[in-house]
């Protein structure tokens, strides 16, 4: 499917029956994306839902890690990670380590309106890439890195890769089992939630040039990112001044807010949250637990969870889920099964939310985004790109001629 294919005459792609509305909320914003792996091209691909014209660079020949971590792929050989967030992109290859390659990405800059890189800092001041370089070429960019530890302090230097942070942050310290060694995350949370916060930065950056005209760099840090992520937790070693425990299913502030085995060897979370909701799942057990003083309020379940916890893992094991879910639903208690990914994908809620998406002409299904825009939804354009398949249009587009990029082609610089 052609690149420049516009949302008009994209009719052949599914959108779980989401009509295509048009101008998107970005449209018009051209991003020139530096970036790999993970953290940078889950920013770019929401810029690209968005509506945002993103031409991703990679490296001659090899191209971006991702393509190349498998199995598994799709049938036409796309690896899944890859696919995971590089759709309603272009792709172009460039050597940004010639001179040529380097002239090629500054006139890129010159026109784009944000430029997203991935690099440890100053990586790419040796090949005039830098944000004050580019800066001096196109005034009005919108540089935004995002690095491991940021660009100030005592570990700016350092890489970054998301399990390390996700273990220096604190996060790991307070995932797994109590008794068990600590536990990272099942999926790259930390890579993610960095991600996020580069776009907000860069939404805000955009919204601030409309008014003073200029530029900036917006600086996210996969550390930064990850010692907000302890949010509540973070917080409680602030008040207290003590160390967090790992609590594994357990909830620090609130109990019974955990998981629960059942009679059929299945598992279930129950969400209690107030003093209400306990006396409803008492009620609905038959169980007298919250006329005891001991259970009467939340501080008190949480100070006394080691005997009440046991009372109720009992309780559980005598039923199935079905049960006891049934039971705690009609009691209007918070609850619900831990389903696998393969029965997350298949809730009809899921599918109704047009969170599974398919492209027309490829094999290639992806995760849906989760932002519900009325008026400019987000449209899902084109699968993944092949590596480089939009160099020579681009480069077309840049007043290049056919015997010039045909140079560059031989010279090996894309």
């Given at each position: 499917?052609?690149a ?7 009719t ?73 967030i590089?759709r ?11 001179p ?17 890189e ?20 196109n ?9 491991g ?40 949370v ?12 860069i ?24 010692i ?7 917080m ?11 609590l ?13 085995a059942?009679?059929d ?16 799942i ?22 006394n ?110």
């Open positions: 499917m052609d420049d294919m516009t949302p008009e005459n994209a052949d792609i599914k959108t779980s029956g989401q009509e295509a509305i048009a101008p998107q909320a970005l449209a018009g914003i051209k991003v020139l994306d530096l970036s790999r792996v993970l953290a940078g091209p889950s920013c770019t691909q929401i810029l690209a839902d968005l509506g945002a014209e993103v031409i991703k660079v990679e490296r001659p020949i090899t191209g971006d890690e991702t393509r190349h971590w498998q199995p598994p792929i799709f049938e036409d050989g796309t690896s899944a990670y890859f696919a995971t590089n309603n992109k272009q792709s172009i290859t460039v050597d940004m380590t010639k040529e390659g380097q002239a090629l990405l500054k006139r890129l800059a010159a026109e784009s309106d944000v430029l997203v991935n690099f440890k800092v100053g990586g790419l001041q040796k090949y005039g890439l830098d944000y004050e370089s580019l800066k001096a070429v005034p009005r960019l919108i540089y935004a890195s995002l690095t530890f940021g660009q100030t302090g005592p570990d700016a230097h350092k890489p970054g890769y998301d399990y390390i942070i996700q273990g220096l942050s604190g996060i790991m310290s307070i995932t797994g089992p109590a008794d068990g060694e600590p536990h990272k995350v099942g999926v790259a930390v890579d993610l939630f960095a991600g996020l916060q580069l776009t907000i930065g939404q805000a950056a955009l919204l601030a040039r409309q008014h003073s005209g200029q530029g900036q760099q917006v600086d996210v840090a996969l550390l930064d990112s990850a907000a992520m302890l949010a509540n937790i973070g409680n070693q602030l008040a207290t001044n003590t160390t967090p425990p790992r594994g299913n357990a909830h620090p502030n609130i109990t019974p807010y955990q998981v629960f059942t009679g060897n299945h598992h279930f979370i129950l969400a209690c949250g107030n003093d209400v909701q306990f006396g409803r008492c009620e609905a057990l038959g169980l007298e637990l919250h006329l005891e003083d001991r259970y009467s309020t939340n501080p008190k379940r949480v100070a969870r080691n005997t009440l916890t046991p009372v109720l893992n009992n309780v559980f094991a005598t039923n199935t889920r079905e049960h006891w879910l049934e039971l705690l639903e009609a009691a209007q208690v918070p609850c619900g099964p831990i389903h696998n990914v393969t029965e997350a994908l298949a809730m009809p809620q899921v599918q109704a939310r047009d969170m599974v998406i398919s492209f027309a002409d490829s094999p290639i299904r992806v995760l849906g985004n989760p932002i519900k825009l009325s008026a400019t939804p987000v449209q899902y354009r084109t699968p993944p790109p092949a590596l480089g398949a939009q160099t020579q249009q681009t480069l077309t587009r840049l007043g290049m001629q056919a015997e010039e990029i045909a140079r560059l082609q031989d010279q090996q610089v894309i």
